[in-house]
Each structure stands twice: as C-alpha cells, then as structure tokens.
C-alpha cells in the first residue's frame, strides 16, 4: 500500500507543473533584518472566504511581523496543497477534508489554524419546492461535484429517491430556469446570485446531517513547520488579528478583494462577509479565540472520510494533521 501512496502523490505534484526534484529543493534563507518574502495560495478565486488573510495585508498585520506576504489567486483545478507540501508556497489555505485526503496520500502538511468554524458548504433548492432538509431530497435533479467529500456523505446519510445527479455547472443558470433542479452550493455565494436574479433559493446546509469541516484553513508543510517556527508563528499571529479584524469590519479588506476580483461585487462581498461571520463566531471560538482547532472535530472528520472509503483507515494520525501551538497565545 505504501510504495502505491507514494507514486499517487508524486503524480499529484507532476500534475500541478512541478517536478518532484524541483519541489524538494530546500528553501533560501532570508537576509538579515529584512521582512521575509512568502507566499500564501488560495484555493479559489479572492472572495468572501479568503477575507482575513487580506484584512491582514490592509491592516499591515503581516509587515508588523516581519512578513511580506504575496496572496496567490487559486481556481479551477489550481489546488494549493500540492504547492505547499513541496514547498512551491510557504502557505495555502484549504478546508479540512482536503487536507485529511492529502495526508493519506502522504503529503507533508499541517494546519495551523480555521477561521470558519461551520462549512458554508450546502444543497440550494427552491423554496417552492417544500424540501426543507437534505432528508426531504427527492425526485429532482442534483447538479454537485459527484467526486467529493460531501457528495459522498450525502449519497450515504441521505435517501435521495428518484434524483438524479448530474455534473455542478459552475453557475445558477440551469436552477433559475428549472423548479426542479437543485445544486451543491456555499451559503454564501451562489444563493445570492440566485436571488439577485429572481430566484427563490432556500438552502439545507450540509452540518445539519453531520459533515461539518473546517473551511478557509491556513497550512504549511512539515518541514516549515519544523526548521522557521518563528516565521510559521508569525503568519499565524497576523492572520488571526486579520480575521478578527474582518469578522468585525470587512469593508477594507473588501475592497482589496474586490480589486484583485472584479466579478466579486462588493454587494455579494459584503453579503457574504454577514454569513461568514455566523459561520465563524461560535461558542468556541468566544472561549477559545479564532481559528480555534479541537482534536475531537479533527477525528470526527477522519472517522467520516473512512466510512467513506476515501482513507484507509489507520492511514492518517490525526494528531500530526494539526497543530494548535501558535494560536495558544493569542489575545482573547
């Protein structure tokens, strides 16, 4: 099994335009004094779910530490975890699941800390069609990305009789012309645009029936982790002040969003800036401060992606897939 996880992983970092020699070469040093240059990789286009990290670069957060800090836009098929676990980028940022599978494929990368407590992660329908929850699902037609996590969770945990799934379009054009079409969404994006343009969305988000991961993670690979403690702290220390910040007063960072992504409107940025806060400000996160991490919400989700069959179970320590040291000393 092992030598198998090893060629996996090395076709995955192939695929993303990097050689395998290329991505293990070790990282310069940086000179003396000066702010240290590193990259942060999203994993989707700047909107709404990126805004902390950027909240961090209007406020200077990341210079304050000694950062100078570049933010790389993602998009289809662009996945940062690759880039991190060789060392392409000194940081992504990803959701937990996929940070789980990556490790059982034996990628280098850790977590350090979750902004969004809640996944935005939900199934849209019309609120004409009198499903209220994911277990009223039925009869229609589904559009989600057949491939992940959570569409396997809801294959398993749902009835789902009569519908039929069929590939995520990317767009809610075929639900506005379809009372009986519903698609995988964010809450935080797609029914906006639905309702903009005169539909009537309802969303069943995907928490209710269990499947809940930490969404928008910050992460580095072992090696950064274990040879610039310091710099990983001080990214950490920044992006915390930086999610604080945004969760309190997004405009500002926004704005810089909207800059580097005009189809981000700042109407639909400042709509999801409101959900996201909901999703991240929870009882945690008010006892322990944000980004907050437990070891009990880390292996809940490793049980989940082993019923799946997506992990091989034994495969993944989930005590090495996080590490909660830099964010014990931050200011409650």
């Known amino acids: 099994m092992r030598p198998r996880l090893i060629y996996l992983w090395t076709i995955l970092l192939v695929g ?26 999203l994993n989707w286009f700047p909107e709404a779910e990126h805004g902390g990290y950027y909240a961090a670069q209007v406020a200077e957060d990341y210079g304050a530490e000694g950062l100078n800090v570049e933010i790389l836009s993602g998009g289809p098929g662009v996945s940062p975890v690759p880039r991190v676990a060789a060392g392409k980028v000194n940081f992504g940022v990803c959701n937990a699941d996929d940070l789980l599978l990556a490790r059982a494929q034996e990628a280098p990368v850790v977590a350090l800390m979750a902004p ?31 491939g992940k996590a959570f569409a396997a969770y809801l294959r398993l945990h749902a009835p789902l009789d009569g519908v039929k799934i069929v590939p995520y379009p990317g767009t809610v054009a075929q639900f506005l012309l379809d009372q009986n079409y519903a698609q995988q969404a964010y809450a935080f994006s797609e029914p906006f645009v639905a309702k903009r343009e005169g539909g009537d969305p309802r969303v069943l988000m995907l928490r209710e029936i269990g499947f809940n991961p930490y969404t928008s993670v910050l992460i580095t690979n072992e090696r950064l982790l274990r040879e610039k403690p310091e710099q990983v702290g001080a990214m950490v220390r920044a992006s915390v002040r930086g999610w604080r910040a945004y969760l309190s ?16 409107s700042l109407e639909i940025l400042c709509f999801g800036a409101e959900i996201i806060k909901e999703l991240s400000l929870t009882e945690s996160t008010t006892q322990q401060g944000v980004g907050h991490m437990s070891c009990d919400r880390w292996a809940t989700l ?29 200011e409650m």
Do not use: K
């Open 16 to 41: 993303c335009g990097d050689s395998p020699r290329d991505s293990l070469e070790p990282q310069q040093e940086d000179a003396a004094g000066a702010p240290a240059d590193v990259r942060l990789a």
């Open 116 to 146: 969004i407590q809640n996944s935005p992660r939900c199934i849209m329908v019309h609120a004409g069609s009198g499903i209220e929850s994911l277990m009223d699902l039925r009869d229609l037609t589904l559009a989600m990305n057949a």
């Open 249 to 264: 007063a997004p405009g500002p960072a926004d704005e810089l969003i909207h800059r580097f992504n005009p189809r981000m």
């Open 302 to 330: 490793l049980g989940q992606l082993e019923e799946l069959g997506l992990i091989e179970p034994g495969s993944v320590n989930v005590e090495e897939a996080f590490t909660s040291e830099f964010l014990a000393s931050q």
